[in-house]
Every structure is written in structure tokens, then in C-alpha cells.
């Protein structure tokens, strides 16, 4: 999500190579690889007044990426860079999806962590889970009335109102730093926040759950606005958000880019809302590469490379945003979602159930049912079939395990049979296919960020239950075999 323009190293020596490696004798004194045989003709050297520049001072080339990705604005790296930001062998990018984090070398897997990016707590915004609110850096001068309207929040549930107070008063706030950083943040028009979603979007998701959830908290949304920027209020306040729109859009930012941690600055120790800039623009993935760790000597994020990670050059560096929650949950939040969710899950109502442990032997999968994971090792080869929406039907079909009694064939056939049917059920209660939602989505590509996202989302829904059914199919084969 941000840009490619590499920090580099200095990369020139003051020697050359080719050149060493014809003088296979070299030493200081005459002896090289010219011709000095005594017939040969010496020519006299052309000399310039005009000599290059010395080759520690030229600027490295900048290398193109192999990718389709477009590098983010330089200047992006520059308002933080001279606010002590570090990064280190990554580079900012920027894409059909928003801006993101990508190796931009290899890295060979380490005993240790390492350390990507460094981002000190003066750049972020900073607010105490519990009362007494406290905020670092305090920003928010004392008696200034956008702290009543924070103070005036649940406790409880109100975090993102918070946070969006905070981070709509630091874009008013004078030499502000998220005044620079707010210029990359994504606009009204390019999140997908369901916030912001339209009666149409919502009507778009197939899940009138999850719609109803989306409208109460757009209503909470715009009651918090109308009952604390109304006509009396101060100018300092009504500028800051002068239509219920813009209010949303920083609740939609908050909610999606908030991290939540433990921090400890000197002796004290607290939970926290953040918005963390940088850090804020790694994508999530079930799988990561990276996590966070906050240093407190000196009150500074780290984002570190997994120890004894594999990366390569062009690969997206990614966090685990959230662990164990299913789509819905995802997109009330963040606004996406995953087929490949392993934590995804649908409700059978029948009596039929499957051996759970020939079920996860026939898939490889092994580990308690908190922690399942796939070992690829004993899968033959070029076997992909086994992904996480496979580990969440592991997670999700109703099974049975009796010690060491071993399953009876038919009769897992016959659960088996009773399982795909109600896959079948539940897909026949949707008023479209999953090939009509991809055709749709492959039919609009100029659409709306949250219409296109209500359908991605109707689509992994559908997507999953087929991989279900598709893995049932598999089970029966291999456990009758």
C-alpha cells in the first residue's frame, strides 16, 4: 500500500572485480593484465577535461519491479522518515486493493526475529482502553471540548467513536504529523467499510444478519454526530466534521486501522487503541510473516519478520488482524472477507456426523482443533486442494470419535450423503450461484468499493459451502478406499 522507492545502501566499492579477477597476482606494484609486449605500439591516452562524478556519490538506480504494482508518492516515506520512521528492506506499494508492504529482497529464515519497520509513539494516535482516557502523545489541550465528547462515550463499546474524535481533531490539529499522513489514507470513496455502505450494498450482502448488525451501528454512528455537533457547537468542534459523512468515513478508519496492544511507557503499563501510520498499511493474512512487538526502552513499534521465515523478493509482508473470528466479523470491522478463512463456519442442523479423525487423516491435518494445521509434506505432489476453508470444515462438520472404534464405511457414507445434501440445501436458499456472483463482479469493475465488497462477501459464503461439499466428496472416496 505505499510506495517502492527503497532506502538504499551504499552499494559501490572502490575496486573492480573484473579487474581483480584477470590480475590473479595482484599486488601493488606494475604488474597487471595489459599487453607489454615490447613490439606492441603505445597509443597516447585521450584525456577529458570533463570527468565523471566519483561513483560513491551517484545515485543507485532505482530498479523496476517485475509486478503491476504502482510505487506510492516518495514523499510518503519522507514525512516520516524525518520524524525518525525506519524501514529496512521493505518497500511501499500500491494497488487495485489500496497500498501495501512488499520484501523488496530476500530474506533467508533466522533463528531470530527481524526487525522491518520502527515507528516511535510520537507519530501515533494513542488512546487508554479504560478509564481515566489518557492519550500519547497528548495532543488534546486541557479544557478543549473534544475531550467532553470523548469523555461522554460507553466505556464499554465505544472505542472507534474515540479514536475517530482523535483522529479528526489531529488533521485540524497545526504541525501535525497525520495531517501529511491523512492525504494516503483511503478516501470516502475507496473504503470498503460496510459504514459506508448504501441500503443497496447491504441488500447485496444475502445475509440479512449481518445487514441489520451494519444499519444499528451506522444509526449509533449518526445519533454520536447529531448529538455532539449541532448548531451551538463551537467552531473548533463543527469543523472538524461538518456532515455525518466525514464522521463516518473516520469511524470507518478507525475501526479498520485500529491495533489494539499492550503498551508500557516508563512504569506504566496499559491497553491500547492505536492508529499506528506505516504499520497501519500491512494486509492481513491467515498465515502472516510478520508481527508486532512494542519496545519499550525506547516507545517504539517494531513490525518483525517471523523467525525462521522464508521471504522473497516482490512478497507481501503480512499481519493476522484477528484469530478465530469468522467473515461476518471481518466485515463489520475491516470490510472484507476470505474464502480460505479458517475460522469460517455454517450451522447443520441434522443428526448425521463423520469420523472426525479419519476426516482430518484423509486431509493431513493434524493438531488440536484450536490450532489445526495442513503438513503439505505428506500431501502428494502438486496436491493444493487442502486450504483453509478445508481446515474449517474440519472445524465445523458435525463428527464423532469413540476412542480407537473404527468408523463402519456405510455408515459414513450414508452421513456423508446426509451432509452434502444440506450443503446443497443451503445453497438452493440463495437467489444466486457463485457463478453468477463472479460473472457479476467480473461485469462491473468501476463499481463501488462497498457494492463490490457485499458481493465478494455473498461469494465466499457460497464458495465455502461448495469446498465442503467438494471435500465430503473426497473423504468418502479415500475412506472407502
Known amino acids: ?32 593484465p595489459f599487453n607489454t609486449h615490447t613490439k606492441t605500439r603505445i597509443r597516447p591516452i585521450k584525456a577529458s577535461m570533463g570527468t565523471p562524478p566519483f561513483p560513491l556519490f551517484q545515485t543507485p538506480p532505482v530498479q523496476e519491479s517485475p509486478s503491476q504494482l504502482e510505487p506510492a508518492d516518495p514523499d510518503f516515506y519522507k514525512i516520516g522518515y524525518v520524524r525518525s520512521m525506519r524501514a529496512y528492506g521493505i518497500e511501499f506499494k500500491e494497488g487495485p486493493d489500496g497500498f501495501g508492504v512488499y520484501a523488496s529482497k530476500d530474506v533467508e529464515p533466522l533463528r531470530r526475529a527481524r526487525v522491518i519497520m520502527e515507528i516511535p509513539l510520537e507519530l501515533m494516535l494513542t488512546i487508554r482502553q479504560k478509564l481515566p482516557w489518557m492519550f500519547f502523545p497528548d495532543i488534546v489541550p486541557l479544557g478543549h471540548p473534544i475531550f467532553d465528547i470523548i469523555n461522554s462515550t460507553n466505556p464499554e463499546t465505544d472505542w472507534d467513536l474515540r479514536l475517530a474524535c482523535l483522529l479528526l481533531y489531529a488533521f485540524d490539529k497545526d504541525d501535525n504529523f497525520w495531517q501529511l499522513y491523512g492525504d494516503f489514507l483511503p478516501s470516502a470513496d475507496e473504503c470498503t467499510s460496510l459504514l459506508l455502505a448504501t441500503e443497496e450494498d447491504l441488500s447485496e450482502l444475502q445475509d440479512p444478519d449481518l445487514a441489520s448488525t ?18 451551538a457547537v463551537p467552531l473548533k468542534i463543527k469543523r472538524l466534521a461538518r456532515d455525518p459523512e466525514r464522521f ?30 506505516y504499520a497501519d498499511m500491512l494486509n492481513h493474512s491467515f498465515q502472516p510473516n510478520c508481527f508486532l512487538h512494542w519496545r519499550f526502552k525506547d516507545r517504539m513499534l517494531e513490525v518483525m519478520i517471523n523467525a525462521g521465515q522464508r521471504i522473497r523478493r516482490g512478497d507481501e509482508m503480512t499481519i493476522n488482524y484477528m484469530n478465530g473470528q469468522k467473515n461476518d466479523m471481518f466485515m463489520q470491522q475491516y470490510g472484507f472477507s476470505s474464502s480460505v478463512n479458517p475460522w469460517d463456519a455454517i450451522h447443520f442442523s441434522g443428526n ?73 440445501q443451503m445453497l438452493a436458499q440463495f437467489p444466486t450461484t457463485s457463478r453468477q456472483d463472479q460473472k457479476l463482479l467480473d461485469s462491473m469493475p468501476e463499481a463501488r ?20 461439499i467438494h471435500a465430503l466428496e473426497i473423504y468418502q472416496d479415500r475412506i472407502l478406499f
Open 449 to 468: 468499493k462497498t457494492l463490490e465488497t457485499a458481493i465478494k462477501y455473498r461469494l465466499h459464503r457460497k464458495l465455502f459451502i461448495e469446498k465442503i
Open 248 to 277: 463516518m468515513w473516520a469511524v470507518s478508519i478507525a475501526q479498520s486501522r485500529c491495533i489494539n496492544m499492550q503498551i508500557r511507557i516508563g512504569a506504566l503499563v496499559q491497553d491500547s487503541n492505536m492508529l499506528i501510520p
Open 1 to 32: 500500500m505505499a510506495s517502492s522507492v527503497p532506502l538504499h545502501h551504499l552499494t559501490h566499492s572502490f575496486s573492480n572485480p573484473q579487474l581483480l579477477q584477470q590480475c590473479k597476482g595482484w599486488s601493488p606494484g606494475p604488474r597487471c
Open 352 to 424: 448425521a456426523k463423520i469420523h472426525l479423525d479419519s476426516f482430518l487423516s484423509v486431509f493431513n491435518i493434524f493438531g488440536l482443533p484450536e490450532e489445526y494445521y495442513h503438513n503439505s509434506q505428506l500431501s502428494s505432489g502438486g496436491d493444493s486442494f487442502v486450504d483453509g476453508a478445508v481446515i474449517a470444515a474440519a472445524r465445523t462438520l458435525p463428527t464423532w470419535s469413540d476412542g480407537d472404534l473404527p468408523p463402519i464405511p456405510s455408515k459414513e457414507k450414508k452421513a456423508v450423503k446426509v451432509l452434502q445434501e444440506e450443503c446443497q
Open 214 to 231: 451494519m444499519r444499528k451501528q451506522q444509526e449509533r454512528v449518526i445519533e454520536f454526530w447529531e448529538k455532539n455537533w449541532h448548531s
